[in-house]
């Protein structure tokens, strides 16, 4: 068995995106459908820089289950590790409010569980978690079980293997509360050799409010490499070797959604061919500023040509490098 480039265990289901914003959800008449969920849209980021990629998650035996697999396929993820779920069960849906340049509240049709909170231990391709070059990971899959034991599961049959990531992914509506997510991520640490998170995120996890010193205490867990996401301030990575801020490239903002989840299928591709970390952050924060400045975004994410010739543009180097 050829091994992945990427693995992603998550959250998967269909993104509504109004066609009118600046109003509310009880005011928009026309919606437009897209593939969504963290997971599944950090493997089409990675799918786009033509790595071979396959999601672990769950679906409803319904027709938005069946547009997931289909687009998935489409935008060329793996979909063996798909399974259906046998009782009702709907897969999941999620509303946008769209305010610009930077509210974009979200609406999560869930309850009481979803299909991507099903995943159980026995249905785990372990032999491919553990070939996986990167095997990514989402906090959301922990506020739950079976989900929950089943990430644990996978992060034991991995080992603490390079490169093993959790994405901190907090969603308020999935949690009891903010310390109950916070003692399931803490919990998880150890387990894995990176994590990607907001400021925020970073900040709830560790309890030190500046992002250098929750990325310190972090790393301070015996971690590989710590990213953490500072939204218009950039990006600050840090691994035992290095400390390194970039700024945010700019953009003109025309939703947020899906940008972190570009900024983390860049990150996959730049730890895959080994990079530095300044040409990585920079990638990365090239690749969620062109998502942002598109409407959707699973079908928005850039290939490697887009985001080079930025990258590589003359006054670009003396701005963002």
Not at 68 to 78: H, I, K, Q
Not at 165 to 183: K, M, N, T, V
Not at 283 to 296: D, N, T
Request: charged residues 20%; proline residues 6%.
């Amino acid at each position: 068995m050829t091994a992945y480039d990427l693995i992603t265990l998550g959250r998967v289901g269909v993104d509504l995106y109004p066609q009118q914003h600046d109003v509310p959800l009880e005011v928009v008449k026309t919606f437009e459908r897209f593939l969504g969920g963290s997971a599944a849209n950090v493997c089409v980021a990675t799918a786009r820089y033509g790595r071979r990629v396959a999601l672990i998650s769950r679906v409803g035996d319904d027709a938005f289950g069946r547009f997931v697999r289909s687009e998935l396929l489409r935008l060329d993820v793996d979909t063996e590790f798909i399974t259906t779920v046998d009782d009702p069960t709907p897969t999941p849906l999620t509303f946008c409010e769209i305010y610009r340049p930077d509210h974009f509240p979200l609406v999560f049709y869930r309850y009481p569980t979803a299909p991507d909170l099903l995943i159980d231990p026995a249905m785990l391709p372990l032999d491919a978690i553990r070939e996986a070059r990167v095997f990514w990971a989402t906090g959301t899959g922990l506020s739950q079980e079976p989900s929950r034991a089943a990430h644990h599961a996978a992060w034991e049959a991995r080992g603490r293997t390079e490169w093993t990531i959790l994405d901190l992914d907090y969603r308020q509506p999935f949690w009891s509360s903010p310390e109950a997510a916070a003692g399931q991520l803490r919990r998880a640490l150890p387990k894995v050799t990176a994590v990607v998170g907001t400021a925020d995120e970073c900040t709830m996890v560790t309890g030190e409010a500046d992002s250098g010193a929750a990325a310190e205490a972090l790393l301070a867990q015996g971690l590989d490499l710590v990213v953490v996401k500072r939204g218009r301030l950039g990006a600050l990575a840090v691994s035992p070797d290095a400390q390194l801020e970039v700024p945010a490239y700019p953009a003109e903002v025309v939703s947020g959604l899906g940008s972190a989840d570009a900024f983390g299928g860049a990150l996959v591709h730049g730890l895959l061919d080994n990079w530095d970390l300044r040409r990585m952050l920079n990638f990365a924060s090239i690749a969620g500023a062109i998502v942002a400045s598109r409407m959707e975004a699973s079908t928005a994410m850039p290939s490697a040509h887009e985001v080079d010739r930025l990258l590589d543009d003359v006054s670009l180097q003396d701005e963002f490098s």
